[in-house]
């Protein structure tokens, strides 16, 4: 079946810096990927929708310049933490609509990110 | 608006037993709608979906789900739960223009030998 790949799995960086965590489909082209974070043993909130070649669209509530999104081919959508805090420290998961697909929507494995 | 009611915050069941999640929705339209189950510092596995046809859904290990229009319910079931059953599941909303899904606030599934 379709897959999304998410990398890194987990990831610790320092106060002030940024990380990027990357999504790929491997298989289909992904026009629309979805961007959740989760806080322990909590739901998914949706952060943003990313469409290809087109600016993401945000949640309300979600600070579009401390998390860029780009979603610049149709397999890739990057998502960066910009100057990253302790309080930004979460688990991170990708999504991308695959209405062809047996599922319908593929997730990432999802990214632990720490900041100390 | 779309919203994702889950009852339940844990659901404990001996092994052997009749495993349920309660679902219900809210939504303007048709709704597409999505069982998921999460193991710790995991993704998300896709269980089950239903999008229209028959109101009994079968999914993966096993699992079902009924689509109730009347009481806009999408419990998901299983005749005869595992120990490895044991995890988060969330319900899932969507519409047919495929765009995002309303989560569930998760159940936790603790099944015990």
């Known amino acids: 079946g379709a897959v999304v790949s998410q990398h890194p799995s987990r990831v610790i960086c320092k106060s002030g810096t940024s990380v990027k965590i990357e999504c790929r489909s491997l298989?289909?082209?992904?026009?629309?990927m979805f961007w959740y974070r989760q806080f322990p043993k909590q739901s998914l909130m949706l952060m943003a929708t990313?469409?290809?070649?087109?600016?993401?669209?945000?949640e309300q509530g979600v600070e579009k310049d401390k998390f860029l999104i780009n979603h610049a081919s149709l397999t890739l959508s990057t998502l960066t933490v910009t100057s990253a805090h302790p309080e930004d420290s979460s688990f991170y998961i990708c999504?991308?609509?695959?209405?062809?697909?047996?599922?319908?929507?593929?997730f990432g494995s999802g990214t632990r990110l720490t900041v100390v | 608006a779309q919203s994702v009611a889950q009852p339940e915050d844990q659901v404990n069941v001996a092994e052997g037993n009749p495993l349920t999640v309660k679902c219900t929705y809210s939504?303007?339209?048709?709704?597409?709608l999505f069982w998921y189950v999460q193991y710790p510092n995991r993704g998300l596995q896709f269980l089950l979906k239903?999008?229209?046809?028959?109101?009994l859904v079968k999914g993966s290990y096993g699992f079902e789900a009924e689509f109730n229009k009347s009481q806009t319910s999408f419990h998901l079931k299983k005749p005869s739960a595992l120990v490895s059953d044991s995890a988060l599941y969330f319900c899932?909303?969507?519409?047919?223009?495929?765009?995002?899904?309303?989560f569930g606030a998760g159940t936790q599934v603790v099944v015990t030998p």
């Open positions: 939504v303007s339209g048709n709704p597409y």
């Open positions: 239903y999008i229209t046809g028959d109101n």
């Open positions: 298989d289909f082209q992904a026009t629309t």
């Open positions: 990313s469409n290809e070649g087109s600016k993401a669209t945000y």
């Open positions: 999504s991308a609509r695959d209405p062809q697909g047996s599922d319908g929507y593929t």
């Open positions: 899932a909303v969507g519409t047919d223009s495929w765009g995002k899904l309303q």
